[in-house]
């Protein structure tokens, strides 16, 4: 069965500054998507970004980029000049290419918390 | 509506209790989704439908779990005999389309409250 692990409960980051989080995730498929969610506390999960594991290219949205290594299984997220409203819970998110239900697997987030 | 919605926001009730939550998804959206996060843990599928149809209901935790969708929209997830370890937020899902490229809209969830 598919997994997907966040090692980091919580991380800190001072505003403007640069944060990684961390994701590894272990599939025996070759075909699959990753995601990172973000949660804010108004609960409702936004998609920062998206990447497809038969794309060698990593992925940017702005000021939010991922590290993919696939052969190492791992799904990093960078976020660059992070400002207050980064402040959230992400989480790691994986779903099989081709699969009969587009079923999200999530890992059990990260909080970030963006310091003044 | 503009996004989905889903009702209760909050919810509280007794042990041994039935409870309804509801769920509309974004107009035109044939797949639904319904997750269950508890705290500390990330999101857990509960049940997905196509249309009016389950053909996933695999996450379901027990017999006391029950998901319909009418008319290709409204969901409706009740539980049965509520005990305290269904306390957790309830957050439904909507996509056009059942894919993994059609991405996922969700709602701002129900927070259950078993006291």
């Known amino acids: 069965a598919q997994t997907v692990t966040q090692s980091q409960p919580e991380m800190s980051v001072q505003e403007a500054e640069t944060v990684t989080l961390s994701c590894t995730y272990d599939t025996s498929e070759s075909d699959y998507y990753l995601f990172w969610y973000k949660q804010p506390p108004s609960r409702q999960m936004i998609l920062v970004i998206r990447?497809?594991?038969?794309?060698?290219q990593n992925a940017t949205e702005n000021r939010f980029s991922v590290n993919f290594q696939k052969a190492a299984k791992s799904f990093s997220l960078k976020i660059s000049d992070s400002q207050l409203g980064d402040a959230a819970m992400y989480f790691c998110?994986?779903?099989?290419?081709?699969?009969?239900?587009?079923?999200?697997?999530f890992g059990t987030g990260t909080l970030l918390a963006v310091q003044p | 509506g503009a996004g989905v919605s889903q009702s209760p926001s909050n919810k509280v009730t007794e042990k041994g209790k039935d409870v309804e939550l509801r769920c509309d998804p974004i107009s035109g959206h044939t797949a639904l989704y319904w997750y269950r996060q508890s705290l500390g843990q990330g999101l857990e599928f509960l049940i997905y439908?196509?249309?009016?149809?389950?053909?996933?209901k695999s996450g379901l935790p027990s017999d006391r779990f029950s998901a319909e969708r009418t008319g290709g929209s409204v969901s409706t997830l009740t539980i049965q005999r509520t005990q305290q370890e269904d306390s957790a937020v309830y957050l439904c899902?909507?996509?056009?389309?059942?894919?993994?490229?059609?991405?996922?809209?969700f709602g701002n969830g129900t927070r259950l409250t078993v006291t």
């Open positions: 899902a909507s996509s056009l389309v059942g894919t993994e490229a059609s991405p996922l809209h």
């Open positions: 998110a994986y779903v099989e290419y081709g699969g009969a239900t587009n079923k999200l697997i």
């Open positions: 439908f196509q249309g009016n149809s389950a053909p996933d």
């Open positions: 990447q497809e594991a038969y794309k060698q």
